[in-house]
């Protein structure tokens, strides 16, 4: 888009149409000096009497207000300008013309009528006030004026030429700014001023009022639009809020007349310049290098929402900071976790569920115990009598009365090892046995239908078992520095230090669920060995009840993340989060921003895969994973 070049002339032929509680037109002097020197593409959407945009000028415009009888105005005299003046020049300064236009319904008239209609009452009602009732209906008396230009054609077809350059739209000034603002774009925004007394709001320039939980959602937009890279200037009132909601920026106090304000004495006050230029990125890109061969001792799993596909991604974006610490806050199948300490990173993982947390006290914090094969295999002979929890309670659901009597044996052998790491090492073992053992590797069904035939099922669950106790032992290494597991809610985690914190919660979509526990409730159970859980006895699959996570709902998932980076405001934050996912990328943006001073996004193609069952080969969901990064 070719840019703007700023008009800056000492004087103008276009001019504002309308005289309008709030123009700017007094404040040009502060405010010209501010905008850019260049620009995309000029977007006012609290348009009211259009100062700004009179003066500017702009070759490329979307001017917008959410008043349909101001908006219905600039469109004709854009379009149809001599058809408006044919109409004002039958109006007449008199009370009882004032009244009967008044009376009009303008949404029943031809719309040039209407146009006319809304400036001949703004020229002659008291103080050019425009003011509605709660009906929508203008309500301003008579001004009494001797002499006033009704009808000022120069001027009317000056401001023709200008409105012509420009996309006129009536709409709610949010959704107005989420769809055309662009990277580069000039911004202007002039609300609806917060009150500075009890008895100051005396605007209605529509039926809807503007109140303070609006400015605050204006506020929100505004960090949008810097983050997207726009230029911004808005005014306001000199008001507390207004320094709250703008701390980051630039705000000039000037003063100003108010000229609505029938007492001369009360006209003066003080308005607010706040100037938002566009964030500054240092841009970060992949600069993909290769993994140390280390990280591929990580045995693989079949976990939802594993990241073992983008470690050369996350590396390239964490490599580009020297950083010593790194917090994996949502560890999952830990293998992130296990790729920093594989780069020599002391490593803090954690997670709520027990099972990554095992996982990541086995190969994470482990730097070199492992579990000989022949204890391992010991592991398999029942020394004494279990208590068959297994093998009662999940009967025919999920695998043989043989295999459940082995599952037993081995939770009887491994809860007697008193070494934390073989301990971890073995229920590690066990778990990837159990997952191994099921079709597609989840536990939200039971028998065999979506059994493939794959080689991992036709083993016996003692195979899978020394197999997986091997590859968890192949994975232990020392990578010199204290590394540790954690096993608790990420909003209570503390540490002493964390240079980086990593976080890849569970996503949450309105169309899935991210239900981790009910997925993996089984193996779970296994590294609970079912304390602390209330089974669900009425259900198929005696799953228990969830754990509580702020991710299931969207209002949820945005607290949680703001939260988060409130927490860890004085580290580098990295963030996998999906495309279609709630927050949205914007949102999640305006999030990390509040605590981060330079925020970047990386997109990466993706595909997740459902199931592994010959029909589900075909059925795999491409979006774009989002690296979102703060420093």
Same mark, same amino acid.
């Given at each position: 888009m070719a840019q703007q070049v700023v008009r800056k002339l000492a004087s103008v032929q276009a001019k504002p149409v309308l005289k309008w509680a709030g123009g700017k037109t007094q404040m040009l002097g502060d405010l010209l000096p501010k905008v850019p020197a260049s620009y995309g593409r000029y977007i006012e959407p609290f348009f009211g009497g259009g100062a700004m945009f009179f003066a500017l000028q702009p070759e490329n415009a979307i001017i917008a207000d959410s008043n349909p009888e101001l908006i219905n105005m600039y469109r004709q005299i854009a379009n149809h300008v001599e058809d408006v003046i044919h109409y004002l020049r039958t109006y007449e300064n008199t009370s009882e013309m004032f009244y009967a236009v008044r009376g009009l #319904?303008?949404?029943?008239?031809?719309? !040039?009528? &209407?146009?006319?209609?809304?400036?001949?009452?703004?020229?002659t009602c008291f103080n050019g006030l425009y003011r509605v009732n709660k009906q929508g209906q203008f309500n301003v008396p008579y001004g009494k004026y001797k002499n006033p230009k009704i009808c000022d054609e120069d001027g009317l077809r000056a401001a023709s030429k200008a409105l012509q350059k420009a996309d006129i739209i009536c709409g709610d000034y949010l959704l107005i700014l989420e769809h055309y603002a662009q990277a580069g774009d000039f911004i202007f925004l002039d609300p609806p001023y917060l009150p500075i007394s009890e008895y100051a709001d005396f605007k209605r320039y529509t039926k809807e009022q503007f109140y303070e939980e609006d400015h605050i959602e204006l506020a929100k937009m505004v960090m949008t639009l810097h983050e997207r890279?726009?230029?911004?200037?808005?005014?306001?009132?000199?008001?507390?809020?207004? @320094?709250?909601?703008?701390?980051?920026?630039?705000? #000039?106090?000037?003063?100003?007349?108010?000229?609505?304000?029938?007492? /001369?004495?009360?006209?003066?006050?003080? $308005?607010?310049? +706040?100037?938002?230029?566009?964030?500054?990125?240092?841009?970060?890109?992949?600069?993909?290098?290769?993994?140390?061969?280390?990280? &591929?001792?990580?045995?693989?799993?079949?976990?939802?929402?594993?990241?073992?596909k983008l470690l050369s991604e996350i590396w390239s974006v964490a490599s580009q900071f020297n950083v010593n610490t790194v917090v994996d806050l949502f560890s999952g199948s830990g293998v992130v976790g296990y790729m920093f300490k594989a780069q020599g990173k002391a490593v803090v993982s954690n997670d709520y569920m027990a099972m990554s947390a095992t996982f990541t006290k086995a190969m994470i914090e482990n730097n070199s115990v492992t579990l000989p094969m022949g204890e391992a295999k010991e592991l398999l002979v029942a020394h004494k009598e279990s208590d068959h929890f297994v093998a009662s309670t999940f009967k025919g659901l999920y695998y043989t009365d043989e295999e459940n009597d082995l599952i037993d044996t081995l939770r009887t052998n491994i809860a007697a090892i008193r070494d934390q790491y073989k301990h971890a090492i073995a229920m590690t073992a066990l778990i990837r046995a159990c997952t191994k053992k099921r079709p597609r590797g989840i536990f939200t069904y039971t028998g065999q239908r979506y059994n493939d035939g794959r080689k991992d099922l036709q083993k016996t669950l003692a195979q899978q078992f020394l197999e997986a106790v091997e590859a968890v032992n192949k994975a232990v290494f020392d990578n010199g520095k204290i590394n540790r597991s954690k096993h608790g809610d990420a909003m209570d985690l503390r540490v002493e230090q964390a240079d980086l914190v990593y976080i890849d919660p569970p996503y949450y979509s309105p169309l899935s669920d991210n239900e981790?526990?009910?997925? =993996?409730?089984?193996?779970?159970?296994?590294?609970? #060995?079912?304390? /602390? %859980?209330?089974?669900?006895?009425?259900?198929?699959?005696?799953?228990?009840?969830? =754990?509580?996570?702020? *991710?299931?709902?969207?209002?949820?998932?945005? $607290? &949680? *993340? $703001?939260?988060? *980076?409130?927490?860890?405001?004085?580290?580098?934050?990295? %963030?996998?989060?999906?495309?279609?996912?709630?927050?949205?990328? #914007?949102?999640?943006? !305006?999030?990390? !921003?509040?605590?981060?001073? @330079?925020?970047? +996004?990386?997109?990466?193609? =993706?595909? =997740?895969? *459902?199931g592994n069952q010959n029909e589900a080969k075909t059925h795999r969901n491409t979006v774009q994973e989002y690296l979102f990064v703060g420093y």
């Open positions: #319904d303008w949404t029943k008239l031809p719309q !040039a009528e &209407a146009a006319a209609r809304t400036i001949f009452l703004n020229r890279g726009c230029h911004i200037i808005l005014t306001n009132s000199n008001h507390p809020l207004v @320094h709250e909601l703008y701390t980051p920026f630039t705000i #000039d106090v000037i003063q100003t007349k108010r000229h609505i304000s029938c007492n /001369g004495s009360t006209r003066k006050g003080e $308005d607010v310049i +706040v100037t938002i230029p566009p964030k500054q990125r240092t841009l970060i890109k992949l600069l993909p290098q290769p993994l140390p061969k280390q990280v &591929a001792a990580y045995p693989p799993t079949r976990f939802m929402g594993s990241k073992s981790y526990v009910r997925r =993996y409730h089984f193996v779970e159970g296994l590294a609970r #060995d079912w304390k /602390g %859980v209330e089974i669900q006895e009425h259900t198929q699959t005696k799953k228990f009840k969830s =754990y509580p996570t702020p *991710f299931s709902t969207r209002k949820g998932a945005a $607290d &949680a *993340f $703001d939260r988060l *980076f409130k927490k860890f405001a004085s580290s580098i934050l990295i %963030v996998s989060y999906s495309s279609n996912s709630l927050p949205t990328q #914007d949102e999640m943006v !305006a999030i990390m !921003a509040k605590y981060k001073s @330079h925020v970047e +996004v990386i997109p990466v193609d =993706y595909k =997740y895969s *459902f």
